[in-house]
């Protein structure tokens, strides 16, 4: 069954991202550090007596090197036709809280979504301290250079997404029916709230912008029942689990007993396929296996894997 990944990224954005990590992000690398390890592998064992022996940011940079060796396009796009992965997203994030820095850069995203026509779309990032400087680049990206969305990541940019300052892109959103992607689950970041990304966060953007489109991305863990609370109310909000493992997203104890009891039920029009299996360091031949032991029905598991995002990012599959 063909398949929409909504939430993702290009290997070499990875390779880039934590090839030099900064501080801030050593809860990341040590979370998925022994994934990434296995993509080029190593064993788990192996990675743990290496960060005994090493620094672990210096580990890290030991496997991206081997990672850029092992992800070339030409790979990474026969992966995603393997498991019949007809789009997959790449969420061009735009970090960081300095709103004198410009704006990351969307004309690269923009070149590959060129280069490659029905293979990826893309997600502008927007950073409420840049201000109108990258709002003026969102919509540039959303009108001009084929962009199907915007990503936000408020745990980055220290603020909750009912934060006024993220108002203006609400509007434009609204305005050019253009879903946005949040970060709603927890963060790693030790100088940063653990609530920041909590789902309720998003109740007073979907009250203020009654045709905004809003996913929450990574399923609102640990607060699942909330999430699943906003969910039943707002007809605009949608919902992925990516970035955890899909066998623990079905397994019993782990917090995620009401997403998979609704996910067949109520809320099988809002539940996206979405992996971020590039993050988890995990192939996605693997996370689509543990997807298909998920016990949804045949057609619901047709929403999930593709109709509701096809309908959502307007991708006019047949």
């Not at 607060?223 to 949608?238: E, S």
């Not at 032991?293 to 959502?312: G, I, T």
Request: glycine share 6%; hydrophobic share 40%; with cysteine.
């Amino acid at each position: 069954m063909i398949k929409i990944d909504c939430s993702n990224t290009l290997p070499e954005f990875i390779i880039e991202g934590f090839s030099n990590p900064s501080p801030e992000n050593e809860g990341y690398l040590k979370v998925f550090g022994p994934q990434w390890a296995e993509m080029v592998g190593w064993t788990k064992q192996e990675f743990f007596e290496k960060i005994e022996q090493s620094k672990v940011d210096e580990v890290i940079q030991e496997i991206m090197k081997e990672m850029e060796e092992k992800f070339s396009m030409d790979n990474f796009i026969k992966q995603l036709d393997d498991e019949e992965i007809v789009y997959h997203a790449i969420h061009n994030m735009d970090y960081g809280r300095d709103g004198d820095e410009d704006p990351v850069d969307h004309d690269y995203v923009a070149s590959i979504l060129a280069k490659y026509p029905n293979k990826f779309f893309g997600f502008a990032g927007f950073n409420p301290h840049k201000g109108v400087k990258s709002l003026k680049v969102v919509r540039k990206a959303l009108t001009e250079q084929g962009y199907k969305a915007v990503v936000l990541p408020p745990y980055e940019h220290g603020l909750p997404a009912n934060d006024r300052r993220y108002y203006p892109l609400y509007a434009l959103c609204e305005e050019l029916d253009i879903p946005v992607w949040i970060h709603t689950s927890i963060n790693y970041f030790k100088n940063t709230s653990l609530y920041i990304d909590h789902p309720s966060n998003l109740e007073q953007p979907l009250m203020d912008f009654k045709n905004l489109k809003i996913i929450a991305g990574h399923g609102g863990w640990p607060w699942v029942n909330d999430m699943i609370g906003m969910l039943l109310k707002y007809d605009n909000l949608y919902v992925d689990t990516s970035a955890f493992r899909p066998k623990y997203v079905a397994e019993k104890n782990t917090g995620w007993e009401m997403y998979m009891y609704y996910a067949d039920r109520m809320l099988q029009n809002k539940i996206l396929f979405a992996t971020d299996w590039l993050t988890m360091g995990i192939p996605i031949s693997e996370v689509v296996k543990e997807i298909e032991e998920w016990p949804l029905r045949d057609s619901v598991r047709s929403k999930y894997y593709w109709e509701n995002a096809n309908k959502l990012f307007k991708l006019n599959l047949a």
